[in-house]
Structure formats: C-alpha cells, structure tokens
T-cell receptor, first 115, second 114 residues
Framework: DTGVSQDPRHKITKRGQNVTFRCDPI?????LYWYRQTLGQGPEFLTY????????KSRLLSDRFSAERPKGSFSTLEIQRTEQGDSAMYLC?????????????FGPGTRLTVL | AQSVSQHNHHVILSEAASLELGCNYS??????LFWYVQYPGQHLQLLLK??????LVKGIKGFEAEFIKSKFSFNLRKPSVQWSDTAEYFC????????????FGTGTRLKVLA
C-alpha cells in the first residue's frame, strides 16, 4: 500500500499525559497537512509543511501542540498535557503541489480519546 | 473568512433514486473545489475535483458535480444511487494563492435503503 499511513490508529490516554502521532506521506509528496475532525464536523486545518518547513499554524493549534517534519519525510504531531477537549480524530494528508493545483490524499487518521 | 456550507446534513434515499447534495462556499479569490467521500470505517477518498475548464466534472462511481461560479456552488449529483453509496460526503475548497489548505463543509450523511 503506497497511501498515507498513520500510527497509531487509536490512542486512549489520561488527561495530562503527552501523546505523539506519526504520519508517513505518499513518497515524493512535498506537502503534508494535519487536520482535526470532531463528531459531526468536517476536518479542520491545523498546520502544514512544505518539505521540512512548517509554513502555517492554525489558531486551533495551542501551545500544547507541536508538529515536526524532519528531513521532509514523515511528520509527528505531539500534544502535551492532553485535555478532554483534545479528543478527536487527527488526520494527515499529503500532496504534490503543482501549477496552482493541490489534491490532498488522506490517511486513516488517529482517533484520540482523553479520559 | 472562508467557509463552506453543506445544507443537507442527513439524506435518506431508496436505491435508484437520484441524488443532489448542495455545497456553497464563501471566498473572494480563485479556488479549487473537491468532493470527498468517507465510507463507514474507511478514510476520506477523493470523489472528484474542479480546478478549471469545463464546469461539469465527472468523478468515480458515476458521480458528477457542477461548478456555478455566479452562485458559489459546487453541487454533487448522481442519477441513480446504490446501497453501496451509503457514506458521508464532504465538500471542500482550497485557495490558489496561499497555503492550499482545505476548508471543509460539515458533511452530509447519506443512507441508501436497499
């Protein structure tokens, strides 16, 4: 399977703990996006990378959130001191930006439950 | 601010019925438009996309969508639905002048009765 992969698929944690999610994009894709999806809503943009540079962060991304994409390959999203409001599906997408077009391909997501 | 509206939150149809799901967006610049589908237990998959040219675009599984610029709309259609089309459908836009991040609608849950 050469699609976007995410690990873990499910994470249950206690409030106050730190969690880290990983995303492996489609190889050769230069852009990587993180979204968050809560029940009954569409995905909401969190942040994105072009190669290894993090170019934009949403105001949804509090100081407890940090994302990295070392060497422009896989990416990690870390949430420190988790809160119950962080419970959501975290989606990763990748794309190859070309000529004003950008089609994103999504991974299966990591479902986070904070108890 | 950019926004996407999907007015139908839940739709129930019988097999062979025709489908039209509404999508309207609010954005002043040039956008790309997408419809994604999420089948139960699966990840978001691209149904179709519009970048430029013919405003009527065809996607996979017999779906099509029409971009009407004057109405800021990109409605999804299928002439005859099947039970296997039961899924959640998301409309999304991204701008061409910035990050290309997606703005999604809230989604429409479609249930097709056999």
């Amino acid at each position: 399977d050469t699609g976007v992969s995410q690990d873990p698929r499910h994470k249950i944690t206690k409030r106050g703990q730190n969690v880290t999610f990983r995303c492996d994009p489609i190889s050769e894709h230069n852009r990587l996006y993180w979204y968050r999806q809560t029940l009954g809503q569409g995905p909401e943009f969190l942040t994105y990378f072009q190669n290894e540079a993090q170019l934009e962060k949403s105001r949804l991304l509090s100081d407890r959130f940090s994302a990295e994409r070392p060497k422009g390959s896989f990416s990690t999203l870390e949430i420190q001191r988790t809160e119950q409001g962080d419970s959501a599906m975290y989606l990763c997408a990748s794309s190859l930006l070309a000529a004003s077009t950008d089609t994103q391909y999504f991974g299966p997501g990591t479902r986070l439950t904070v108890l | 601010a950019q926004s996407v509206s999907q007015h139908n939150h839940h739709v129930i149809l019988s097999e062979a019925a025709s489908l039209e799901l509404g999508c309207n967006y609010s954005y002043g610049g040039t956008v790309n438009l997408f419809w994604y589908v999420q089948y139960p237990g699966q990840h978001l998959q691209l149904l179709l996309k519009y970048f430029s040219g013919d405003p009527l675009v065809k996607g996979i599984k017999g779906f099509e969508a029409e971009f009407i610029k004057s109405k800021f709309s990109f409605n999804l259609r299928k002439p005859s639905v099947q039970w296997s089309d039961t899924a959640e459908y998301f409309c999304a836009v991204n701008d061409r002048s910035g990050t290309y991040k997606y703005i999604f609608g809230t989604g429409t849950r479609l249930k097709v009765l056999a």
